[in-house]
């Protein structure tokens, strides 16, 4: 662990380059992995529904999130021992190969194991892709590059999502499922070019002893709360607000990763000059808050606005927590942080979906969206915590 980084740059009078050549490079992979996922997160359920039913869809999701979890744990140890280079190569082949081969059969079995050999390639790709994308980022703008690298994810992921559905109406499943794994398999070329982990380097935090570590365990936390309440939003909206209009849904859906995405960048931009720590607070209420206007699920304005303010909050609350725990252990364990984060991520969304469908069907949606912003607020133990412990 180190301590020495936890304290932001205070001055901009010498604030080196952000986009440098190495960090385009590896912009390049991102997009590419970016495109393969989202492209088919959709279509790939719909082709299994196809052949087996809904029962098949969920099925299919289910192993790709499976081995996504399972990749992100063990992949720290593999950057460890093979670099970041090899990894990141290996993630994108298991991600882009096997979806060039979806539709070699309609089989349950097949299409369960392709989703299960590109969720561990998934894996293997966010959390070496992303503490190689940390390594390239200069320690004074880290707040601000991973707000960039957020944007450069993101957008592909936004326009990925409804294209993969709207492709298959018109080109069918294999076409997509070639265009998807073409993007990874095409941006492998890039990886070459970029720098890899010293073979020399300080042994790295384990993602176990990272979980002891209290400086990196209360933002993993607090971010976990935040992205309960994102995957409760995301899934449980479009039936909760029922009685509004699809048009008023759609605003919200998009509202909240909007504003998600300028946040993320603003608050990127006052943590490399005020520090990241406190934003975690702030962000943690308006998240509960955001959640909380929501329950009046009957309210146009209050769906959207609450959805909004959700969504600007979980911005902030994404890239403090990242940004901070990066600046709390050396580039060594960078892996390691990615993979806590990521993990915070999926499993944050997967069980608070889950809780949630079992909480509505006792209370009805405005009370169990009520009763999950009241219980987000349990997050503030760690979050206080942490301003203890944090020297700016």
Known sequence: MTTSANRPARTTSSRPPLLTRPLLLRF????????????????????????????????????????????????????????????????????????????ASRDLWWIVAVCLVRGLGFGLVIVAGGALTASLIPPERRGEGLAVVGVVSGVPSLVSLPLGLWLVEHVGYGTVAAVAGGAALASIVTVFGLPDRDAGAERPVGVVRGLRTGALLRPVLVFAATTAAAGILITFLPLAAGSASSG???????????????????????????GSARLILPGLLLSAAGLLATAATGSPVAVVAGSALFGAAFGMVQNATLTLMYARVSAASYGTVSALWNLAYDAGMGVGAAGFGVLAGLTGYPWAFAATAALMLIALVPALSDLRHTDY
Do not use: K
């Not at 970016?34 to 088919?40: A, E, I, R």
């Not at 998600?260 to 490399?272: E, F, M, N, S």
């Open 248 to 274: 008023v849904v759609a605003a919200a859906l998009f509202a909240q990763p909007a504003a998600a995405t300028v946040t993320r960048w603003l608050a990127g931009r006052h943590g490399d000059r005020h």
């Open 28 to 103: 390049v992979s991102l997009f590419g992995a970016s495109v393969c996922f989202f492209l088919l997160l959709s279509v790939v359920p719909a082709y299994a529904a196809e052949s087996g039913g809904g029962g098949a869809a969920g099925v299919a999701t289910g192993a790709l999130m499976l081995t996504t979890v399972l990749g992100e744990l063990v992949t720290p140890r593999l950057v460890a021992r093979l670099g970041y280079r090899v990894v990141l190569i290996a993630g994108l082949f298991l991600l882009g190969a096997p979806a060039l081969a979806l539709t």
